[in-house]
């Protein structure tokens, strides 16, 4: 049986100093097939310049996805490069300024890596900061510019350790329903007892996606059959 494995998934519409990576978006259009004796293509087209057209398009698409691949391979090294290289803050007001340093897409993965230091004393230090300067006599225009991106981080960071902790709820309790319906004698009825005790969630279907992935991975074909008809069935019963 494949071994049971956990994974985390988490949403962040927050932005803080950030550095966005625009997708793009590659369509292919068959403009000149020479040879198709299926007829797929409908009636050909002839001519040495459409045929030429033709294939400087390809090798453009390809140079194209060629070149966007690359661009994401570096953009994973370099954050890769950059969480390693940063230094863990020690205190509530090094730690406030560490999150206001972090960009956007890195902060589902900080929040979840310093998930024990975000505690009641820490969200105490921030709203502290955001009090005196909400309420100073006279504020700077540098002074309204650090409430924005405070009373921003307060936000983010209440909402994402909130998902974070629901997320993390939710996979323990995937795990134990995984490991009961696998150890079932009928699934189906053990199916149906979950159901009634809403016991059944999308984090399950993540957990047997993740399972089956890794029995594939190991050869485990037979286990991973198994797991997708398991899926299968969980997937029903959510959306009845």
Not at 38 to 59: C, M, N, S, V, W
Not at 139 to 162: H, V
Request: aromatic share 8%; net charge negative; with cysteine.
């Amino acid at each position: 049986m494949a071994t049971l494995s956990i994974g985390i998934a988490t949403s962040a519409a927050t932005a803080f100093r950030a550095t966005t990576v625009k997708r793009t978006h590659f369509r292919h259009k068959i403009s000149c097939v020479q040879w198709d004796p299926d007829g797929i293509f409908g009636p050909p087209q002839t001519g040495h310049l459409a045929r030429l057209e033709f294939k400087r398009r390809l090798e453009r698409d390809a140079e194209a996805r060629e070149a966007f691949e690359q661009h994401l391979r570096e953009e994973k090294e370099r954050r890769l490069a950059l969480r390693q290289s940063r230094v863990m803050p020690d205190t509530p007001a090094e730690l406030i300024e560490y999150f206001l340093d972090t960009e956007a897409q890195e902060i589902e993965f900080e929040i979840a890596r310093l998930r024990q230091r975000l505690d009641e004393e820490f969200f105490s230090h921030l709203k502290f900061e955001i009090g005196q300067i909400r309420f100073a006599v006279s504020k700077t225009e540098d002074m309204e510019d650090r409430l924005i991106e405070l009373e921003a981080l307060q936000k983010a960071l209440q909402e994402g350790t909130e998902a974070y902790d629901k997320i993390q709820a939710d996979l323990i309790t995937a795990k134990k329903s995984l490991t009961k319906i696998l150890t079932s004698k009928d699934i189906k009825a053990t199916l149906l007892e979950m159901v009634e005790g809403n016991e059944l969630n999308r984090s399950l279907l993540t957990l047997l996606d993740e399972n089956i992935a890794n029995a594939y991975r190991g050869n485990q074909k037979q286990a991973a059959a198994f797991m997708e008809k398991v899926r299968a069935a969980v997937l029903k019963y959510l959306t009845v």
